[in-house]
């Protein structure tokens, strides 16, 4: 469903571009600078929202590890602006229906569900899936649908998720990859369904303590996810049943307070310089990701706070 609703704005900015070009034209600029403009558009859309989210959140979070120098401020939103064009214009509008990677019966191999983030689907793991998730993984993705439904009701979708990659592997425990909202969808599931099946979960980007920029959201979901509120705060209320790892970026330009990436007595990995929706194309995160993802299966949660860990 969100695809199509992609695929219509994709042909609209199309339309738009071509409006303008043909406007300045006829305004007196020179053909070929008039489509050069009319071509920035679709990143124009993108762009200007996304440097609000910059600059707003280099107002509200000033603390000292988040600052950096213009340019290199500038470098961060165009790459966050970059891929925001390809997810949104290109992957998830043409490409969510991509098949599957084919996966073994065989419960030895690291066996993840890769959880997306809200107004998004399965295509945001499609960069990673095709240029760096090993081969040897038994990988799946997950649709959380309807695109602003309730978080409790993608709880139910996960625990489908989770059972067909388990009855398809073999696997008695998977780990659980998560981006932004997914990382809520991943802990309603352990709150409704329990923990029997899942031996990790990574989060990257998620707004465990929710964010300033959810209010200017639409659905239950974004509601859910509102900084400091109700559905948040219930979540923390209990620790968390099994390993979480929490991947945050301290120039993160929707996740505002930037901490609020970060559950407490949780192992927490930092990455600098990069945006919310870059950090699931960022070779340094899956390096990082294929790390955790491969490590021994973790002992039980002591829910001790855990280092903070700082990856360059």
């Known amino acids: 469903m969100l695809a199509r609703y992609l695929r219509i704005g994709a042909v609209i900015e199309l339309l738009a571009a071509l409006a303008l070009a043909h406007g300045l034209h006829q305004a007196g600029v020179d053909r070929w600078l008039a489509i050069g403009l009319a071509a920035l558009l679709p990143f124009a859309v993108q762009g200007v929202p996304l440097a609000i989210e910059f600059v707003t959140g280099a107002l509200i979070d000033r603390r000292p590890v988040a600052r950096i120098g213009v340019l290199e401020l500038v470098a961060v939103w165009w790459g966050e602006t970059?891929?925001?064009?390809?997810?949104?214009?290109?992957?998830?509008?043409?490409?969510?229906?991509?098949?599957?990677?084919?996966?073994?019966?065989?419960?030895?191999?690291?066996?993840?569900l890769l959880i997306h983030g809200y107004m998004c689907n399965r295509a945001t793991w499609r960069h990673w899936l095709t240029n760096g998730?090993?081969?040897?993984?038994?990988?799946?993705?997950?649709?959380?649908?309807?695109?602003?439904?309730?978080l409790e009701h993608y709880a139910e979708v996960v625990d489908e998720a989770v059972e067909r990659l388990r009855d398809a592997t073999g696997a008695e425990r998977i780990t659980l990859v998560c981006h932004s909202m997914g990382g809520l969808a991943a802990r309603s599931y352990l709150r409704r369904h329990g923990h029997h099946a899942v031996q990790r979960v990574v989060t990257i980007n998620t707004p465990h303590h929710g964010t300033v920029f959810a209010t200017l959201g639409h659905g239950p979901n974004a509601r859910q996810m509102r900084n400091a509120c109700e559905f948040v705060r219930k979540l923390a209320?209990?620790?968390?049943?099994?390993?979480?790892?929490?991947?945050?970026?301290?120039?993160?330009?929707?996740?505002?307070p930037r901490d609020n990436q970060i559950l407490v007595g949780t192992e927490a990995v930092w990455f600098e310089k990069t945006g919310?929706?870059?950090?699931t194309a960022s070779d340094a995160v899956l390096r990082k990701l294929i790390e955790v993802v491969e490590r021994p299966e973790p002992h039980a949660a002591t829910g001790e706070p855990a280092e903070a860990i700082l990856q360059r």
Not at 238 to 247: A, S
Not at 276 to 279: D, E, N, S, V, Y
């Open 82 to 112: 970059w891929r925001s064009f390809t997810v949104f214009n290109i992957d998830q509008a043409w490409r969510a229906d991509f098949p599957e990677r084919p996966v073994a019966r065989d419960a030895s191999r690291p066996t993840v």
């Open 133 to 150: 998730i090993p081969s040897h993984w038994n990988v799946a993705t997950v649709n959380l649908e309807p695109v602003f439904g309730a």
């Open 237 to 256: 209320q209990d620790d968390e049943p099994v390993e979480f790892v929490c991947f945050a970026s301290q120039h993160d330009n929707l996740i505002v």
């Open 276 to 279: 919310h929706l870059a950090m």
